[in-house]
């Protein structure tokens, strides 16, 4: 149950740093978005890892030539899901490059899995 709670937080954390921005959330410390955010010191590790998943996606967004836009953000929360789905040992387990071919994914999207692999590795 607290992985779980845990995870809601994050996810509920990312939406909310989306919102506030990439320039604002990735020039900022935890401790600095932790006081905009108006939050305690209890959820500088929620916070973290919110941010780095931000900062992450979209500096992909600005890089992408696969999606542009929303569509890499939504694209790469799809495949995070998915990949919760399967479950942390077996995804933790297995390469980048398998976690394409058990998903189905065109290779192009390999930087989206890394980074969505990397966040399910974490929690």
Not at 39 to 64: H, K, W, Y
Not at 105 to 110: A, K, M, N, V
Request: some cysteine; glycine content about 10%; overall charge negative.
């Amino acid at each position: 149950k607290q992985w779980y709670q845990r995870r809601v937080a994050i996810t509920a954390g990312i939406f909310k740093l989306k919102e506030i921005g990439h320039e604002t959330v990735c020039g900022q410390s935890t401790t600095e978005l932790l006081e905009l955010l108006g939050l305690p010191d209890i959820l500088a590790d929620i916070v973290a890892t919110a941010r780095g998943f931000v900062c992450s996606v979209l500096s992909l967004e600005a890089r992408s030539d696969v999606l542009q836009g929303d569509g890499l953000f939504a694209k790469t929360m799809e495949i995070f899901y998915k990949l919760l789905a399967i479950g942390q040992e077996t995804v933790c387990g297995e390469s980048v490059s398998e976690l394409i071919d058990l998903l189905g994914l065109p290779s192009g999207l390999e930087n989206v899995v890394a980074t969505a692999r990397g966040w399910v590795c974490s929690i």
